[in-house]
């Protein structure tokens, strides 16, 4: 059994395709099949079903991919790590990232920083809903993330470091009947403003308000915090954002007005979210040091004065 007959399995189960497998390996298609039927040849059973139209795992194949992929994986490792015994740092580190980050928060910059010490890295950023990133985490798909913690615990053999609690506001149009302090049941019956369901700015916010006793209604669902304000600028309800970007919103020209609600636990923990074990790769641990060093430190706003 060949190392390159274990990539060529990978590559075809994760194509569906002989050809574009052979394209991503850079080898001829024949030359593929070929270490494939030895594979399969060696192991004594059958990898894909072949059609003219279509190939997919056998069984056997779905059994045998993920052994297949640990190998692949533990290969890579061995290399990267040699590589950092030598001071060369090398590979990917996949790291999710809120779509509501704190303005604390510039990813630019911690990027460049890290590319200007390991510039051979390269780092590839996801965004998603927290629940989905999580799950990414668990599975180690991401290396870590960074987001709004759930109100829910985090699944077993994952860790979040805070970085940061900000407080939760409203944001409403500047001409709305509502102003200044309200209270949860003043919120009754109004329309809101937020991300779908999965997220964790979503979910804290509706467990704040299940736990008062008021059920919110959403109207509007999107997954980006700029059609958040816009909507709320216009008077298509209230949204309900963290402090320090509902007050940026408010120094712009379609001035919306933030609303203090005054008599629910409405925060949020920005964290950075990892197995238990830590980051498994030379560069996603390098990765994961900077930016628990670079980060904000675990801090609670002050409200407005």
Not at 272 to 291: I, K, M, N, T
Request: charged share 25%; hydrophobic share 45%; aromatic share 4%.
């Amino acid at each position: 059994m060949e190392l390159r007959q274990l990539r060529y399995f990978r590559a075809i189960a994760r194509t569906g395709s002989f050809s574009a497998a052979a394209a991503g390996e850079f080898v001829v298609q024949s030359a593929l099949s070929q270490q494939i039927r030895k594979l399969e040849d060696e192991l004594g059973v059958k990898l894909f079903e072949r059609t003219t139209r279509s190939v997919r795992l056998t069984r056997e194949g779905t059994q045998l991919l993920p052994l297949a992929e640990r190998v692949l994986g533990d290969v890579d490792l061995l290399g990267a790590e040699a590589d950092a015994l030598r001071g060369v740092l090398r590979g990917n580190v996949a790291v999710g990232m809120m779509e509501c980050p704190p303005l604390t928060l510039d990813m630019a910059m911690l990027l460049r920083d890290f590319h200007t010490r390991h510039s051979g890295v390269e780092v590839a950023l996801r965004s998603g809903g927290s629940d989905r990133m999580v799950e990414e985490v668990r599975s180690a798909e991401l290396d870590m993330a960074i987001l709004g913690l759930p109100p829910k615990p985090l699944p077993p053999k994952l860790r979040a470091r805070p970085l940061l609690v900000e407080d939760l506001v409203g944001l409403v149009h500047e001409g709305h009947a509502l102003s200044g302090r309200v209270s949860v049941a003043d919120l009754t019956g109004e329309r809101f403003i937020d991300f779908p369901p999965g997220y964790g700015l979503r979910e804290q916010v509706d467990h704040c308000f299940a736990s008062t006793g008021v059920t919110r209604r959403v109207v509007f669902e999107v997954v980006r915090v700029e059609e958040m304000i816009k909507f709320a600028a216009l008077g298509l309800g209230i949204a309900v954002l963290p402090r320090s970007i509902a007050r940026a919103a408010t120094r712009r020209s379609a001035k919306p007005r933030v609303l203090e609600i005054t008599d629910a636990d409405l925060h949020r923990t920005v964290a950075l979210v990892h197995r238990q074990d830590g980051p498994q790769s030379p560069a996603a641990r390098a990765f994961f040091d900077l930016a628990a060093g670079l980060l904000p430190a675990p801090a609670t706003t002050e409200p407005d004065s």
